[in-house]
């Protein structure tokens, strides 16, 4: 054999002692060709990359595995998006309670179904089998529901107390000078105040903080939640019979100074705002209460005087109440404020920004009594952006009307949907739910 053959013979034997991994003794090696050897060589050459590969799939395999598991564990590291007590309630409220939540009733019309004065000063039988069928959002006291301190502090809370999941909102129209329930009731002794024209007369809006802050002491204390006030109206028509002294004076930017104060006021008492009559009650002649009122300027020109107090404070109040004022230059027909979509969702909400709760004036005034039926103006009230239907002429009527209406599709779920998720935020936003 040659030094060639020699060679091949040893590299062989080598290569076999690194698969086995032991020594091989030279007497067992048989090898006795070259091609034999090259065979060896290739397919000792063959194994090591099969292996090779093997291993390098399998660290592959175990890398993928565990940034799998990595991001596995991220995934639950990240907390779950918090759902608000808000939202968890509005889950869990039936239709009917849904509903409930859109109506501000009177004590007095939750019973009777009318808007008489009734006097109910008190908890009975009556009136709470009618909250327990007609579970109503919201209450208003007006004069016949006060008869003193305690009695009206005693019926807040047992109204209340009939509330499980949601409270109900409590509120009055609380002003100051003539309209205040409380202080004109002429049996609870709290601060009375002149009209806010004479407050803006003075020229100083730390006494419209006070005013707020006075007001908002004593509803609290009486169970009060929301004061429906300050009139955000500018007094621009001479001949205005229904606002004149309430606002707060001819004008708007000054009107807008002592308006923010009284929020602010309110506020600080933990008493609920709610700025009236939108989109601006001042520049009419007639009163609303009677009959149809209307203001003859464009968006851009009320832009200009009657929309200031409300914009100044749009992101501080707590609701905007929609008055029944016509504006056919803005709207391009008579719909009222109140059930107009283009003034409530195309304007206060869409291009002023507003997503707070929107609550209509009353909707026993004749300005709406007179064209629509209890039923009609609530449902289109909805339809148009409104989240509180303020005491309708018939309160039954219009609750069985507005939950046919969502069961019809006339309202969609979603659209209901929109305005109890608003309420039940804002009575989260004051301790209001359970």
Sequence with gaps: MNRLGTALIVLAAAALCSCGGQDIP????NVTTTAEVTAVQTASVQQTETETAADTAGKTEVTDMSET???TAAAK????????RAEQLLSELTLREKVGQLFMARFDSIIYDDNGDHYVQAMDDALRDSIGQYPVGGFIAMGAN??????ITRLNADVSALYDKVKPFICTDEEGGFVARIANSGCIDVPSFPSMSIIA??????KASEVGRTIGGYLKRLGFHLDLAPVADVNTNPLNIVIGARAFGSDP???AEFVSAVVDGLHESGIMSCLKHFPGHGDTAEDTHFMTA???K?????KECELIPFIGSLDKTDMIMAAHIIAPKVTGDDTPASLSRTLLTEKLRNELGYDGVIITDGLSMEAINKYYTSEECCIRAIQAGADILLKPTKDHEAFEAVQKAVEDGVITQERLDESVLRILRLKEKYGLLG
């Design 26 to 29: 030279r007497t067992e090696i």
């Design 69 to 71: 598991e990595k991001s």
């Design 77 to 84: 590291e990240v907390p779950a998006e918090t759902v608000s």
């Design 146 to 151: 006060i008869s003193g301190e305690e009695q």
């Design 201 to 206: 007369a003075e020229g100083d809006v730390g």
């Design 253 to 255: 930017e000054r009107a």
């Design 294 to 296: 209307a203001v003859n």
């Design 298 to 302: 464009t968006w851009e020109e009320m």
